[in-house]
């Protein structure tokens, strides 16, 4: 076959893997998303054209402002009435024949090998069409709808490339290649792109305006602040007096609008022009009534006249018009939160529209590394432009750096530049404007009634709100405020309402931290024992930042937090009954004196010292860390972060150590040992060294069963449990001497020392020849072994004859 001119200068590339795998999925397992592949298209025209205005702020030859810009659709069916094509076009910034190729060639999208691996791994389609709505297939969405897809694409002229010329990318849906070539029809678009899809059969309702025009208006109405156009095409019966004029005329009156039909103007939509065809159907009959013909009406119409949401007055924008915005806008497939649309003068007389969202999940990556996060999700415009989403030295602060925003200023000059911008007045006062909005908003959800909102916010934002509290002093008593923490009397209490809620006389505000822990087995803690059992209101802070908070805050409307597991607790009541309560109080400690001693002393290095518990309610004792101590949370942290801090420093040993070991005077195994230590001899003959081993062994059990209870770790876990088995043999009456059968069956032969036949054989059941030991026949004969049974005692039980 003869090469024509321009299939010479065609080049064929492959895909890279990972298109082909994408276009895979796309073709195979979408097919109920079908439609998305216009909101995709529109979003990369309206990308193409903000690139081109970008450009042209600073490079008037790109784009001087005269010739217009927007998206057109425009659908073509065929003659045969089977099938046709759709033309997306934009007047947008265009792609040389090498960005043709690596645009659309190869996937620079970060995430892709992640989306791919997810999608080709779900075999739910609504879940892969949800991965989709989140990662945006962009381009490849177009053979969805399309066998064979074009893209003729045409860049402006710069110094670089001054004569630029049109290219066509094209490739159909199985091929595993793509072409570039010249245009043939030569620089047909004056700039730009356009899409042209060769629809396959089961997608011609793309060819109908109707279809057309509801897709635009349900996926795309808000995604482009370019005028998006449809050209459309209907039937009207008309009198026939209009239509007095001959075929011919009538094709010249459609050539002198036909420009305007071809190429929308900027203000078509004012403007509207109409293209007669005029077929006349019937022969003139007389008389009267008037004939009807069939004219048939083009005209290029103006899908989203609309202004941008955020520029209306919110009280005529609906609920889902604020969803729809949103999802497009933001390129989100769950609908938003809540949202927050506002305007005003930024004190710097800048007068602006603002719209904030609070997204109904935060992305993965966020939490992945809340404190690297940076928001890309503030869009500013200044008179419906976009300008930039880089926020450069005023970004958001990391705990609001998922916010989505846009922000719309009327007194910016438009040209100017990323770097002006950000030394910008308006620009320093973006920052505190959304952060004071979002807590606005944060506080409407909270004091409304829409308990479903409230609690999704918590469940998304309850993190955040005690991130923010740590990281923004200057906001941290209202985000605090708005933060939620479980108690041991309620699921959800706020600090003020813990306040609300203390008792008479009550001066800290009590928590118990561990992290990680159910709040229902916290609540179960041997520190707030007594606190629960005489009705006072414990916060139980399992989250991560609730320790780091309450640390920060260290007080709240005057009261300050008391770690319930730290030594300094006070009820607050202890004064009302003084005289009776000391004396009390005097005669325990007096009672107690020789248990305690004697504590103290076997305590060793475990524990500070030990003292009279005034916090304890059925626990015969608990280990409390001191003022300056670790407690069992803090140092499970310090282990786990293996904090280098003060490790093996001597303040961190001092706060290792900084414990006491708090008894109960009322718990009856605290009153035995008690009466076991008085009844220790005091003279030294009389001294019995085996019972007096008893209760040492006793009291360790006790020290490291205080450990462990209040969420420490015993120091040998070992000696601890050879200690338990002993008290337990004690117990039981047997004799501590008794020692166990420790035989064990031995592992069979390593399978090398086989022989090959042995080797595939399967092992028949052998005959027991002692004890559970089966021996491989070849074996049987060059091995003795002996084995004999021995009882609890250690003594032979039956002797076995040699094997
Ligand atoms: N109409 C267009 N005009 C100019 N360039 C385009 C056009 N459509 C696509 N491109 C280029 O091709 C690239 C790939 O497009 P594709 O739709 O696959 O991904 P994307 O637009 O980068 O991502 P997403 O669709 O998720 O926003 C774009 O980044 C852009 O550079």
Not at 659 to 671: A, D, V
């Amino acid at each position: 076959e003869d090469a024509g001119p321009v299939d010479t200068l065609k080049v064929k590339h492959n895909y890279q893997s990972d298109v082909s795998r994408l276009r895979k999925i796309v073709i195979n397992s979408l097919y109920s998303h079908q439609e998305i592949f216009l909101r995709e298209l529109i979003s990369n025209a309206n990308d193409a054209l903000e690139k081109l205005r970008l450009t042209a702020l600073t490079d008037k030859s790109v784009w001087d402002g005269s010739d217009p810009l927007n998206i057109t659709i425009k659908s073509m069916k065929n003659e045969d009435g089977k099938g046709g094509c759709l033309v997306v076009a934009d007047t947008g910034i265009g792609m040389t024949p090498e960005e043709l190729a690596t645009n659309l060639g190869t996937l620079a999208k970060s995430g892709t090998s992640d989306f791919l691996a997810r999608a080709e791994g779900s075999t739910d389609a609504t879940a892969t069409g949800n991965l989709i709505g989140a990662f945006g297939l962009g381009f490849y969405s177009s053979f969805l709808v399309a066998d064979r897809v074009e893209v003729a694409s045409l860049p402006p002229a710069t110094a670089k490339n001054p004569n630029p010329q049109q290219h066509v990318f094209t490739s159909s849906a199985d091929d595993s290649t793509f072409e570039v070539y010249p245009d043939p029809r030569g620089n047909t678009l004056g700039r730009g792109t356009e899409i042209t899809l060769h629809l396959k059969p089961d997608a011609s309702e793309y060819l109908e305006d109707a279809t057309l025009s509801a897709l635009v208006h349900k996926h795309s109405a808000f995604s482009s602040s370019f005028p998006i156009y449809l050209f459309e095409r209907w039937t009207e019966e008309v009198p026939e007096e209009i239509e007095e004029v001959t075929p011919s005329e009538t094709e010249a009156t459609s050539s002198e609008t036909a420009e305007v039909a071809e190429t929308p103007k900027a203000d078509a939509d004012e403007d509207e022009a109409i293209v007669e065809d005029v077929t006349i159907e019937e022969e003139a009959k007389e008389p009267p009534p008037p004939k009807m013909v069939n004219v048939t009406k083009e005209q290029w119409s103006h899908l989203n006249k609309q202004p941008p949401l955020w520029a209306r007055d919110p009280k005529n924008v609906t609920k889902e018009e604020y969803d729809l915005f949103y999802t497009t806008f933001f390129k989100d497939f769950q609908r938003p939160l809540a949202w927050h649309h506002f305007s005003g003068d930024a004190g710097s007389g800048s007068a602006f529209k603002a719209l904030l969202f609070f997204p109904s999940k935060l992305p993965e990556e966020y939490w992945q590394k809340p404190l690297e996060y940076k928001s890309k999700d503030v869009k500013l415009m200044v008179k419906r432009v976009f300008i930039t989403s880089d926020l450069g030295d005023q970004a958001l602060p990391q705990w609001a750096s998922w916010v989505k925003v846009v922000v719309d200023a009327e007194d910016l000059p438009l040209n100017v530049s990323r770097e002006t911008l950000q030394s910008n007045r308006f620009m320093r006062q973006l920052r505190q404007l959304i952060i004071k909005r979002m807590i606005q908003l944060f506080t409407k959800i909270s004091e409304g009634d829409d308990k479903a909102q409230f609690d999704k916010m918590h469940e998304t934002y309850g993190s955040i709100l005690k991130l923010g509290a740590v990281e923004d002093e200057k906001n941290r008593e209202k985000l605090a405020g708005l933060a939620r923490f479980t108690s041991n009397q309620r699921n959800e209490t706020s600090f003020d309402q813990y306040v609300e809620n203390k008792k008479k006389g009550q001066k800290q505000i009590f928590y118990l931290a561990e992290i990680g822990k159910k709040p229902e087995d916290l609540a179960q803690s041997v520190f707030i024992e007594k606190l629960h059992a005489r009705g006072y209101e414990v916060l139980l802070l399992t989250e991560p930042l609730d320790e780091i908070l309450v640390g920060h805050l260290r007080q709240w409307k005057g009261m300050p937090f008391q770690d319930a597991a730290k030594a300094g607790l006070k009820f607050g009541d202890e004064d009302i009954d003084p005289e009776e309560e000391k004396e009390q109080q005097k005669t325990l400690e007096e009672n107690f004196k020789p248990l305690i001693e004697y504590l103290k002393k076997e305590a060793g290095d475990a524990v500070r010292d030990v003292v009279l518990s005034n916090r304890l309610v059925k626990s015969p004792c608990a280990i409390v860390a001191e003022t300056g101590g670790y407690t069992a949370n803090v140092a499970k942290m310090m282990a786990a972060s293996n904090a280098k801090g003060n490790r093996g420093g001597i303040l961190h040993d001092y706060a290792m150590k900084a414990k006491l070991l708090e008894i109960n005077p009322r718990s009856p195994l605290i009153e035995g040992l008690l009466r076991r230590v008085k009844d220790l001899p005091t003279d030294e003959n009389e001294r019995d060294l085996e019972s007096e081993e008893e209760l040492q062994e006793v009291t360790s059990i006790l020290i490291d069963g205080a450990l462990v209870r209040s969420g420490f770790e015993v120091p040998d876990n070992n000696k601890f449990f050879t200690r338990v088995d002993r008290v337990l043999r004690r117990s039981l009456g047997v004799s501590e001497a008794a020692t166990t059968d420790e035989t064990v069956k031995p592992a069979p032969p390593a399978v090398k020392d086989l022989s090959e036949d042995e080797r595939d054989e399967t092992p028949k059941p052998e005959e027991p020849t002692g004890p559970g030991i089966i021996l491989p026949d070849h074996m049987k004969d060059k091995i003795e072994l002996t084995m004999e049974e021995i009882d609890e005692e250690g003594n032979p039980v039956v002797q076995h004859d040699e094997l």
